[in-house]
């Protein structure tokens, strides 16, 4: 096996502490050891990563005593802090987190198989993503520095912390997802306690130092474990004020059955999608084949953003089908760090095989693997299959599948394809290949109202990370970008004066003195 020394892993790294009221606690219990389903052998074998803390309850639940303590109640230091210093804490953590690019990005190989090109990629987006957060939430404060006078009243209006969230990031991006939540649930003044997904978890250990050094005790605190060992308590306390989870619904809903406070909980989530392609007669099929294979099989699949299932229109059904299955053969298969790869190692072990079951179902109901590699098997790995012609009585059809499978349903009717994603539970995006605005205009104006994105001749995506990124029905509560995300982990808030001269004087003397960090026209630049 012939690994680059710079992503050799030459020893085991044991994360043997967890973070909780601003310490670094060492770990004595019981331990998971962390696999790589990539081997570092000739002869396959999976290979050690390390261990990481498997916390029970009772240290779950002190974990959330000290997030409680420091936002104690709307009172602690954290959520009453001035603006500008919670931005310098925020300013001093990626600056700390910039230096551990190197071995975060190696475990995101390792950990989760991402390609090295998107790995730095997931690394520097997240990067931008913090400071573009801090930028907004700068422009946001400017905006809050006055007051407003309607009908007598004086009113300075500004955006106020939630509580205490609870912070459960997904392994597919289990950097830039995860920061996506803890970011701006904590610059906006919440504390907060996370975990970890199970897969990409070790990656994450760099970070805690600089976690620990740049906020104030309690503020952030990281747990690890099962989430039904650790996270179901938590919520049972009834303390949890934001459940912020990108994940699966399943996982979502048995979360907030937990809470015996249901209209205290607000919720940010990022669920599966079933986000369809649109190949209309008229599309540029070179176009449209090199954005689907994109949309499809990006990360092998393992997106809530992926194409999920094509539908192909029958006047152009055999031309796509050949070209397209052509080009899913070519594709490069090998580990992350290797040049020009796309298709990477799967991080679940029983991954394959539920790709296989997929696959034949699919088959008992009539579909066939139209690509000649499609299905061929190795430990690590199954190659994507093309499979046509898809009907609505396969799992393949209903599923969210996350993994290299790729369902193709022929269409003939519009109005019939428009009933089908309208009647699905999910409405994330939509991809719409096509040239001619007679029909794209009217499908566009239907599109808009089942899902939150419609992608012109393009595969669907999360970013830029500025623009909106939520979903209808059961794809996602709340809106994720860096703009509306602040928003999300916040409630407006604000205090009123009637115009009479002793307020207004009171109000004067506020604002002079400096002494409250609500009450303030400063100006950040």
Request: aromatic residues 8%.
């Amino acid at each position: 096996m012939n690994i680059a020394e710079e992503f050799e892993i030459k020893e085991l790294l044991h994360q043997d502490t967890y973070l909780s009221n601003g310490e670094l606690i060492t770990w004595n219990g019981k331990t998971d050891e962390v696999f790589s389903t990539i081997s570092s052998t000739d002869e396959y074998k999976p290979t050690q990563l390390g261990t990481v803390p498997h916390m029970d309850k009772d240290t779950a639940l002190e974990v959330l005593e000290s997030a409680c303590n420091a936002y104690a109640k709307g009172q602690g230091v954290w959520p009453t802090m001035k603006v500008a210093d919670r931005i310098s804490c925020m300013e001093n953590f990626v600056e700390q987190m910039k230096t551990k690019r190197e071995v975060v990005v190696k475990y995101l190989m390792w950990e989760i198989g991402k390609s090295l090109p998107d790995s730095r990629k997931e690394f520097d987006r997240t990067v931008e993503y913090i400071l573009d957060t801090i930028e907004d939430y700068k422009q946001l404060d400017r905006d809050s520095a006055k007051f407003h006078k309607k009908d007598g009243v004086y009113a300075h209006i500004r955006r106020g912390p939630l509580g205490v969230v609870l912070c459960l990031g997904p392994y597919n991006y289990p950097l830039n997802e995860t920061f996506a939540l803890l970011i701006p649930a904590l610059i906006m003044g919440n504390t907060v306690v996370f975990k970890p997904a199970k897969h990409g978890v070790l990656l994450l250990s760099p970070l805690l130092e600089a976690f620990q050094k740049s906020f104030p005790k309690g503020v952030v605190n990281v747990i690890y474990g099962r989430g039904r060992e650790v996270a179901a308590p938590i919520m049972q306390t009834g303390r949890i004020d934001v459940l912020a989870l990108i994940g699966n619904s399943k996982s979502a809903i048995a979360l907030q059955d937990q809470h015996p406070h249901k209209n205290r909980l607000r919720l940010v989530l990022g669920l599966e999608a079933k986000n369809p392609g649109i190949i209309l007669p008229d599309a540029d099929l070179d176009l449209a084949i090199e954005e689907c294979i994109s949309g499809t099989l990006s990360f092998n699949g393992q997106r809530c953003t992926a194409l999920k299932i094509l539908y192909v229109h029958e006047d152009v059904q055999e031309e796509f089908n050949k070209r397209f299955a052509k080009r899913v053969d070519e594709l490069k298969y090998g580990n992350p760090w290797k040049e020009g790869v796309m298709l990477t190692p799967l991080p679940e072990p029983n991954k394959p095989d539920y790709i296989q079951e997929l696959i034949d179902d699919a088959k008992k109901y009539g579909a066939k693997v139209i690509n000649e590699r499609g299905g061929a098997r190795s430990e690590n790995y199954i190659f994507p299959a093309v499979l046509f012609p898809v009907t609505e009585e396969m799992g393949i059809y209903k599923e969210e599948q996350f993994g290299p499978v790729i369902p193709i349903k022929p269409f003939n009717s519009i109005e019939k394809l428009l009933d089908e994603i309208a009647d699905s539970n999910y409405g994330q995006q939509v991809s719409l290949f096509g040239t001619g605005i007679e029909k794209i205009a009217p499908l566009i104006d239907t599109l808009v109202n089942l899902v939150c994105r419609v992608n012109l001749n393009s595969s669907c995506q999360r970013g830029p990370d500025v623009f909106p990124f939520t979903g209808r029905k059961d794809s996602a509560v709340g809106t994720l970008s860096v703009h509306d995300a602040l928003r999300s982990f916040s409630i407006r808030t604000f205090v009123a004066s009637k115009d009479k001269a002793y307020n207004n004087e009171i109000l004067r003397n506020l604002l002079d003195s400096k002494s409250s960090n609500f009450v303030s026209t400063d100006y950040l630049l």
